[in-house]
């Protein structure tokens, strides 16, 4: 059974940048579609960026030209956030298809 950790999140002030990780333990993210989603409070979880098995990228309008998304190695793949916005606070998540998930790490872009 496949297990995901994300990390790397905390407090930064606008216009910061953090860097997600999303750990895999029991397989490989190398052969699946993995996505980094977030939830702000009170609202939906949205998908915010995905990676495709063949290394295709896709990203929410919100965040186009801000985050970028990367697999480091077969068991991990990160999100790189820059010219965080107050709106970027969300507990993020990492998946594997939507069907495997992590716990979450949270962000939070305030002053």
């Known amino acids: 059974q496949v297990q995901l950790v994300e990390s790397g999140g905390g407090l930064v002030q606008p216009g910061g940048s953090l860097r997600l990780s999303c750990v895999a333990s029991?397989?490989?993210?190398?052969?699946?579609?993995v996505g980094w989603y977030r939830q702000a409070p009170g609202k939906e979880r949205v998908l915010v960026a995905g990676?495709?098995?063949?290394?295709?990228t896709n990203y929410a309008e919100s965040v186009k030209g801000r985050f970028t998304i990367s697999r480091d190695n077969a068991r991990r793949v990160s999100l790189q956030m820059t010219s965080l916005k107050p709106e970027d606070t969300a507990v993020y998540y990492c998946?594997?298809?939507?069907?495997?998930w992590g716990q979450g790490t949270l962000v939070t872009v305030s002053s």
């Open positions: 990676i495709t098995t063949g290394g295709s």
């Open positions: 998946t594997i298809g939507g069907k495997v």
């Open positions: 029991g397989g490989s993210l190398s052969i699946n579609y």
